[in-house]
Each structure stands twice: as structure tokens, then as C-alpha cells.
């Protein structure tokens, strides 16, 4: 009698499991400035291994051609995260727009400045990009944004040279091989695809922190996460969730070979070339944080750097703790 008992009560409880509707989940909207670039893997990564919805987050990825693009989304409220790059909260903050980065994916740009094959060994160097055409992913870009800098830096006016949107990928393959630009800031895979087939070499490389430091000056922590401040303060619960998911990512990524990340992302993603997939992401490995901080001093080293070019920033005071957050990344940290 015992056991039948046992085995009503345990039917029972299974057909209420059963029957029981599945958790909602927390539905939210984020934009990434190229969702098929290595600097913004963890976005789709974090997704193809689950652990959105370990967080109990229903999240839908959009694409975006530019950062540009994607901010504009955000300030829309299209979406409520951007996946872009941190020098954005501090241009949009000198114009009165307060954005915030609450996880850094990145702890140097991880971009490349790409110049044509045959006229390499010029224009290599800043210097000379005097009169030429310079391809960026979009004006107002952080790649306008570094193309300047690095511009600045060799003594350039921005009246010097002529910035040419072209994209990333095939679009700025063609523009390049057409002679649109004949230098141009990316990054992967289209730099190893570049490269590979004769169209460009490496100018400058901004994938490593070191590489980054001797090229601008200074730290410049790039791909991060970034909400609207006031959105932001008003949902923390669900803020803490999504800064969960990428942190998670990041260590998974840390602890885990460039054929493996490989492996877990969408086949498209590597343009049918798998190996070069893999390429980039050996050189670039050192772009990523493995714990998602905003490096110490690095906001301030970013700073700096706009302000040798930007006009935006002329006479305006900006408020450096108000575009990034460590309340969440802390809390992550301590829990995975």
C-alpha cells in the first residue's frame, strides 16, 4: 500500500511539473556593431552556450553596419545594450547623453590598420596618409574615432586626409582592391582575408594592450557593453543578469583554445575560411579581459586620446565615473 502510495504522490508531482508553465523569461533588446566581428564575439558566444538563458534572459541580438549606428538604436530606445566600443560614452557624454559601460569585453581595440600591399612601407606610417583616402566602418566610429587619433598623433589636421565609410569584410575588401582607400582600419576576419590574399598588410596593430600603448600613447580598453545610465538605474536586477552572462563568457573564453571558440560559433561567421577564423582569433586573444574590469586608468588614458583630435571635447568637462560601472562586474566575479 506504501509503495503505491509513493508511486501516486511521485505521478502526481510529475504531472504538475509537467503541466507547470516554463519560467518567464526577462525579454531584452541589444545592438552590436558588427555582430560577426571577432572584437564582439562574446555577444554571440554567450548566446550560443547558453547562458542568456541560464540568467533567465530571453536576449535578441541586432546587427548593426557601425558603433555609430548602434548607439544611435540605444539613445532611440530601439534596445536597451549596445555592444560597441567604450570611447562612445564619453563622445555622447559631451553632447549630453549619459551611456554607460557595465561590462568590458575587450582590454585593447583589436583593431588593424590595413594598408595597400604595394605601398606598404609608406604608409605604414601616419605621416604620410597626408591627401589620402582612409577607410573607417563608419563616420563617427570608433575606427573614425582611432584613425584620427592615430593621425593626430603624426601631426595630422584632420583636414589632411579624407575619411571614406566602407564597412567591414567584403565591402572594404573591394574598396581597397578598387582603390576607394589605400588604407583602412578593421579587424577580423577581414584582416586575415586581407591579408591573405595579397590585397593589404599590416600597418598598425591595436590587438594587444603593448601594441596599443606604443601606437596611441596609452591604454585604450575598447569593446564593451554599454546601457542608457537611466534605463540602467531603473532595471539593476536585469543589468546584473546580462553582466552574469558576459562574465561567465569571458572566463569560459580564458580558459578555452581558439579552435574551440571556433567551434561554437555560426558557421557563417567564418566566411568559409575556418582556419583564418581561428588565425585571428590566436592573434587577437590578448584583446579580451578575462574578467570583464575596466582596466585602472584606462578611462582616463581613452580620454586623453579623443582629446587630441576631437573637437566634441573642446572646452567640455566630462564626468569619467558616469560612462563605466564596476558594481556589476564586481558582483559577477564573486559568483562565477
Given amino acids: 500500500m506504501r509503495k503505491f502510495f509513493a508511486a501516486a504522490i511521485a505521478a502526481v508531482s510529475l504531472a504538475a511539473a509537467l503541466a507547470a508553465p516554463a519560467a518567464a523569461q526577462?525579454?531584452?533588446?541589444?545592438?552590436v556593431g558588427g555582430i560577426d566581428k571577432q572584437i564582439y564575439l562574446p555577444a554571440k558566444l554567450a548566446a550560443q552556450l547558453g547562458f542568456f538563458k541560464e540568467q533567465g534572459l530571453d536576449v535578441e541580438l541586432f546587427n548593426s553596419t557601425s558603433g555609430s549606428q548602434a548607439a544611435t538604436a540605444l539613445l532611440a530606445r530601439e534596445v536597451q545594450g549596445v555592444v560597441g566600443f567604450y570611447d562612445h560614452t564619453i563622445d555622447l557624454q559631451s553632447k549630453g547623453k549619459f551611456i554607460t559601460s557595465v561590462v568590458q569585453f575587450a582590454v585593447a581595440p583589436g583593431e588593424?590598420?590595413?594598408?595597400?600591399?604595394a605601398d606598404a612601407d609608406r604608409l605604414k606610417d601616419p605621416a604620410n596618409w597626408k591627401g589620402q583616402a582612409l577607410g573607417v566602418t563608419g563616420l563617427g566610429s570608433a575606427t573614425d574615432f582611432l584613425t584620427r587619433a592615430l593621425a593626430a598623433k603624426a601631426g595630422l589636421k584632420m583636414q589632411d586626409y579624407t575619411l571614406v565609410p566602407v564597412g567591414a569584410g567584403d565591402t572594404f575588401l573591394a574598396s581597397m582592391q578598387q582603390g576607394k582607400i589605400v588604407s583602412g582600419m578593421t579587424t577580423e576576419p577581414t584582416v586575415a582575408r586581407a591579408v591573405k590574399n595579397g590585397t593589404a598588410k599590416v600597418g598598425i596593430d591595436l590587438r594587444t594592450p603593448e601594441s596599443t600603448r606604443a601606437a596611441l600613447g596609452g591604454?585604450?580598453?575598447?569593446?564593451?557593453?554599454?546601457?542608457?545610465?537611466?534605463?540602467?538605474?531603473?532595471?539593476?536586477?536585469?543589468?546584473?543578469?546580462?553582466?552574469n552572462a558576459f562574465v561567465k563568457t569571458l572566463k569560459w573564453m580564458n580558459s578555452h583554445s581558439p579552435e574551440e571558440i571556433a567551434a561554437q560559433m555560426p558557421k557563417d561567421y567564418y566566411a568559409g575560411e575556418l582556419d583564418l577564423y581561428v588565425q585571428g582569433l590566436?592573434?587577437?586573444?590578448?584583446?579580451?579581459?578575462?574578467?570583464?574590469?575596466?582596466?585602472?586608468?584606462a578611462p582616463e588614458s581613452v580620454l586623453s586620446v579623443l582629446n587630441s583630435f576631437s573637437p566634441n571635447l573642446k572646452g567640455k568637462t566630462i564626468d569619467l565615473a558616469k560612462t563605466y560601472t564596476t558594481d556589476f562586474v564586481v558582483k559577477a566575479n564573486a559568483t562565477n
Fill in 282 to 297: 590566436k592573434e587577437g586573444k590578448p584583446q579580451y579581459s578575462v574578467d570583464g574590469m575596466m582596466p585602472a586608468g
Fill in 219 to 243: 591604454d585604450y580598453p575598447a569593446a564593451c557593453l554599454y546601457m542608457d545610465r537611466a534605463w540602467m538605474e531603473a532595471n539593476k536586477e536585469t543589468a546584473q543578469k546580462v553582466v
Fill in 112 to 117: 588593424v590598420v590595413l594598408v595597400k600591399a
Fill in 26 to 31: 526577462t525579454p531584452i533588446k541589444i545592438m
